[in-house]
């Protein structure tokens, strides 16, 4: 009972996501189909990959804007520079060097908000805007492709029938909410998240932790960029713009506050899962795609208020 | 002068686990100060919800004016003319006062604009009444605690409240800021404005209260006239219990290593060449007014600021540039003032914020032990009697003295030998307040250094094995506890005897 209570908003928020494959189960018979069904969550994937990195900044009251410009420049540098043979040296040198400079990105970022004390949504901003402005120089207007059939295999592939990109999805998450829930670091940035002040009196290095959240949340988009540059087989510093926006969607649907201190890594799988649904929904019941942009704005309002109404009657 | 304007009968509330209100009547007369005493977590702030709309009851009447009410939301209160002032203040400190007199309720011009010349006009007239010195074009962040209150007060009448409610109004001010409240208080019982008054200040209630209603665990225990109770009675009915009064400290358990020793520190105007000691074992009290710089001694040697100059020694070791960290590391541990805003992460569970400040001492490797974690909670709940079903909820939902007893808990898991409290018990009740007075004094058996800033004097004398006063950022004087009164201390304190 005292569990139910607990996590009342948590499932209140299962609850719609159920009742939203229920729906879409009796409504279209291809919706239950397990290829479409792996669909959901290979398209979802990303997002929640995104979201679980941003749902960290989030949680130390922040947010994260430069995730999209992250995937683009670290997928330009992999073409056009990391990668430049086509051995698996090549590659894994090439991933690594991507994960630097999604984790340097990162550590702008932190180094922005913590010590220079400039607010979350603005400073990100700034680093996003740098970031896609160097993929444009870089690229000089180039797109890069063909890349190796190894490196197409990592977002492209299927391990037992499953898409990789579920799998690497499913790893990211069990870590990060290993993290949250069983590490020091996990509880610095709830603390740093739900009072500042006191972690700070309580001798949590505040704007250490803070550093932490941002450079995670930078290493995390570059790998879900090196996992979707990988699908598409192509780099171009357009990609990603909209990566931002519908991760912090699906975080904040998944119920993490924009206070901070509150909310879980679970929270945001259903999130994301809401956000793809709606879209894979519409689709499955042939809604003209030029409603199903304005209809998915009205679908994520009524949510967040169902969840909302939900968890506010436990008091 | 006794015709009933609001009576109570038989509420009840009930909160999961918990019967808030059982049963409650009370009445208030026109003019009146009707004092409500009980400890926290005895149903005071439920009841006063319930006045003001902000909780409906489970079941029991309000009659105003022997008419049924029932408030649907606290604007329906506001109406029916019961307005409160609660603890923490509901002002914009951007705003001025006069804006936020009238917050919401601007008069306006015939065009539709804001009457500027009107408002200042309004509010000025009200603070007049209310005989305060403030501008009316000020804003709110440059007053005082004090004027902050006056100025909600001055929001309460400007909506012609008939009931006004007070959740312990004097509890941050200084001596002479209650003399003026009492005035002010006193002008509006004349003007037949009633007030409901709740307070854990014993001394006053008799200076300021009519009548006095006693609330223990949800029930009413009684109502006495204030001129001719005795204060123990009130104390019992409050507890259900006879508190001791002597000296709780009866031996000096001080040892010879020092747990703080602070040599010449100074810090711009708040500090100047400050030397002081604390020996492991030793209570050590820092008295004096509020703004002698007590708080800003503490949050120097805890490196919240930076000192200019002079040396801070913590168990032993010179602490040159001190952080949190650093000075937690030497084993201090630092009860802020305001539990809050420095204490507590109001939202997570009472296990996680009791290891918050031991997370590198208590899980060295970076890895939580979720069992370790939750038998170190309860532990200390159990230690320090707690009060909670469960250390997962949110201490949020704890009651004051629960909340600071989850701060103390946080400092002992971490085995401080030096600790700072700071206004260990302001706002808390009697019997939190006695529980904790004992814990300090345990502590400091075992031999823990304890330096406490009190405004409480009482306090002070009751606990301290010496004492330092401050007055204007220094420290005028040492005195050991025997044979010192409070007035010694208040002499020194204000400046009445050279220092």
Same mark, same amino acid.
């Given at each position: ?315 | ?17 918990? /019967? @808030? #209100?059982?049963?409650? =009547?009370?009445? &208030?007369?026109?003019? $009146?100060?009707?004092?409500? +005493? ?116 001055? /929001? @309460? #009448?400007?909506?012609? =409240?008939?009931? &006004?409610?007070?959740? $312990?109004?004097?509890?941050? +001010? ?326």
């Amino acid at each position: 009972m005292q569990w139910i209570k607990k996590h009342l908003a948590t499932l209140s928020r299962l609850s719609i996501l159920l009742v939203m494959f229920l729906l879409l189960v009796i409504v279209s018979p291809s919706f239950g189909t397990m290829t479409n069904i792996l669909n959901v969550l290979r398209v979802s994937s990303l997002t929640l990959m995104v979201a679980t990195g941003i749902a960290l900044c989030m949680l130390v009251g922040g947010i994260d804007l430069s995730v999209g410009a992250t995937i683009a420049l670290t997928s330009i540098l992999f073409g056009s520079r990391f990668q430049l043979g086509h051995g698996i040296g090549d590659m894994v040198f090439g991933i690594a060097g991507i994960l630097v400079v999604s984790a340097l990105i990162g550590a702008c970022n932190g180094f922005c908000v913590a010590w220079l004390r400039i607010p979350p949504f603005l400073a990100t901003y700034g680093i996003q805007q740098i970031a896609r402005g160097l993929a444009y120089v870089l690229t000089n207007g180039l797109v890069y492709s063909n890349f190796t059939s190894t490196f197409q295999f990592i977002g492209g592939g299927r391990i037992l029938g499953i898409h990789t990109p579920i799998i690497f999805a499913a790893l990211l998450l069990l870590i990060v909410g290993l993290m949250l829930n069983k590490t020091t670091l996990g509880r610095r940035i709830y603390a740093v998240g739900s009072n500042r002040e006191a972690a700070r009196y309580s001798g949590i290095n505040v704007n250490a932790t803070l550093m932490m959240a941002y450079i995670l949340s930078g290493i995390i988009a570059g790998f879900a960029g090196i996992v979707y540059t990988s699908r598409l087989n192509c780099a171009e510093p357009t990609i990603g713009s909209e990566f931002a926006q519908e991760a912090i969607a699906a975080a904040a649907i998944g119920g993490i506050s924009f206070k901070g201190g509150h909310g879980n890594v679970f929270g945001v799988v259903v999130g994301a899962l809401i956000l793809t649904l709606i879209t894979n929904g519409m689709t499955l019941l042939s809604i003209d795609s030029n409603w199903q942009v304005g209809a998915t704005g009205v679908i994520i309002i009524l949510a967040v208020l169902i969840d909302r109404n939900t968890a506010k009657k436990k008091h | 002068m006794s015709d009933t304007i609001l009576e109570v009968r038989n509420i009840c509330k009930e909160f999961p686990g918990v /019967k @808030a #209100l059982d049963n409650v =009547s009370f009445d &208030l007369r026109r003019g $009146e100060v009707h004092v409500l +005493l009980g400890e926290n977590g005895a149903g005071k702030s439920t009841l006063m919800k319930v006045l003001t709309g902000v909780y409906h009851p489970d079941s029991g009447e309000i009659y105003l004016h022997g008419k049924q009410m029932t408030f649907q939301t606290p604007r329906d209160a506001q109406k029916a003319g019961i307005a409160i002032i609660f603890q923490e203040f509901n002002l914009a400190p951007n705003l001025t006062v006069a804006q936020n007199i009238y917050l919401g309720r601007e008069p306006c011009t015939r065009a539709g604009f804001i009457d500027r010349a009107k408002l200042l006009q309004d509010s000025q007239r009200i603070l007049d009444f209310l005989k305060v010195d403030i501008d009316p074009n000020a804003k709110v962040e440059t007053l005082g605690i004090a004027h902050q209150q006056l100025v909600e007060l001055a /929001k @309460a #009448l400007s909506i012609d =409240s008939e009931i &006004l409610i007070m959740d $312990e109004p004097t509890a941050t +001010l200084s001596d002479r800021e209650i003399n003026t409240l009492f005035d002010t208080i006193r002008s509006l019982q004349e003007r037949g404005v009633s007030i409901i008054y709740i307070s854990h200040r014993l001394q006053e209630l008799r200076v300021i209260g009519n009548r006095i209603t006693v609330l223990r665990d949800g029930q009413s225990v009684g109502t006495r006239n204030a001129g001719d109770v005795a204060m123990d009675d009130l104390i019992r009915m409050m507890v259900g219990r006879e508190l001791k009064k002597e000296r709780i400290r009866s031996v000096n358990t001080s040892r010879e290593e020092y747990a703080l020793e602070v040599e010449n520190l100074s810090q711009g105007k708040l500090l100047r060449d400050i030397s002081i000691y604390v020996r492991k074992g030793e209570v050590v009290c820092l008295a004096g007014l509020v703004g002698s710089g007590r708080t800003e001694l503490a949050q120097a040697i805890y490196g919240i600021t930076r000192r200019d100059s002079g040396s801070v020694r913590i168990c032993g070791r010179d602490i040159p540039r001190p952080l949190p960290t650093r000075c937690i590391r030497q084993k201090m541990g630092f009860m802020s003032e305001s539990r809050k805003e420095f204490g507590l992460a109001l939202n997570l569970p009472i296990r996680t914020n009791i290891t918050h400040a031991g997370l590198k001492t208590i899980f060295p490797s970076g890895i939580v032990d979720l069992r370790k974690e939750r038998r170190i909670a309860k532990e200390f709940r159990d230690k320090l009697r707690i009060v909670t079903p469960d250390v997962e909820r949110n201490v949020i939902n704890l009651s004051g003295g629960n909340q600071q007893k989850v701060v103390l808990a946080k400092w002992l898991s971490t085995d401080s030998e030096f600790l700072v409290f700071d206004e260990p018990t302001r706002g808390i009740d009697v019997g939190a307040k006695e529980e904790i007075h004992n814990m300090i004094h345990d502590l400091a058996t075992q031999g823990v250094g304890i330096l406490m800033i009190s405004s409480d004097l009482p306090e002070v004398l009751t606990l301290a094995d010496r004492i330092y006063v401050m007055r204007e950022g220094r420290i005028v004087k040492e005195l050991g506890y025997e044979g010192i009164t409070q007035e010694e201390v208040i002499a020194y304190a204000t400046g009445g005897v050279a220092g």
